[in-house]
């Protein structure tokens, strides 16, 4: 008898400074799904690193591309490039495999990832730096009857001291509490921190295979990034402008 292809799922998470690859897989029907990852420093090239890391992981596990059922891809918020990156891959991949899109919350892989490593965390706030003195956050609920994550508030941009506190004992997690200190207000009621917990392609592919199991995919041309955010930089009109209610006595030809 043949052996049976196991089931698999791909992993991409470009959204800060790692490449973040893997793939989940199934060796027969009921086992343990397996996850092998690769997450290395590339700063600003991750592109050039992703379909290599792809390749290495699928060597690994013994499979191939066409053994995978869906790529599920950081959809944000993060690094604008890297969010384009993970999300123009995983539907390049899709579209030629014939196979869905599974879009993961960044933070949310946070959870996953804090939630690997403290069993009795359920409720996980994530705050994650998100630059120009800004915080991403997004609360979750770790529901043991679903077996899978709720959404209490979706991902949101936040001063510091605005992010608000969970009403029952919560775990902290991402770098925002490193990054701002005492700025971060909500790190002072947190039951356990966890700074360490950032985004990551090996949670992401455990989170993605929740959402693929759960129905929660789609066709190729939905991979589409979350920004959150919805401009890192003013454009040329608006920093004139600015610079003119400045400075309303300086010509504009000057």
């Given at each position: ?6 089931k698999?799922l ?45 390749r290495?992981?699928l ?24 969010l ?14 014939g ?8 933070l ?6 804090a939630r ?6 359920r409720?996980l ?8 003195g800004g ?26 001291d ?16 490193s ?15 966890d700074s ?12 993605g ?12 041309r939905?991979?589409i ?6 401009t ?23």
């Amino acid at each position: 008898m043949a052996a049976m292809i196991p089931k698999a799922l791909l992993a991409l998470d470009t959204s800060t400074d790692f490449c973040s690859v893997a793939v989940l897989y199934l060796k027969h029907a009921s086992s343990v799904p397996c996850v092998i990852s690769r997450h290395e420093y590339t700063g600003p090239v991750s592109g050039i690193r992703v379909l290599p890391a792809v390749r290495e992981v699928l060597g690994e596990a013994k499979l191939v591309l066409a053994d995978c059922e869906a790529v599920a891809f950081g959809a944000g918020p993060g690094s604008f490039t890297g969010l384009r990156i993970a999300a123009g891959v995983s539907q390049g991949l899709a579209f030629g495999l014939g196979i869905p899109v599974v879009p993961i919350c960044t933070l949310l892989a946070c959870a996953e990832r804090a939630r690997e490593s403290d069993s009795d965390a359920r409720r996980l706030l994530v705050a994650l730096d998100a630059r120009m003195g800004g915080v991403y956050w997004a609360d979750f609920v770790w529901d043991d009857v679903l077996d899978d994550w709720r959404v209490y508030h979706p991902a949101a941009l936040s001063a510091p001291d605005s992010v608000p506190v969970p009403d029952e004992p919560f775990t902290l997690a991402g770098n925002a509490s490193s990054v701002f200190g005492d700025a971060l207000c909500v790190a002072t009621r947190a039951r356990v921190i966890d700074s360490y917990a950032m985004p990551h392609a090996h949670s992401l592919a455990i989170v993605g295979w929740y959402a693929f199991m759960a129905g929660r995919s789609f066709p190729a041309r939905l991979a589409i990034p979350e920004y959150v955010r919805d401009t890192v930089a003013k454009t040329i009109s608006e920093r004139a402008m600015e610079f003119a209610i400045k400075d309303p006595c300086r010509k504009s030809n000057e």
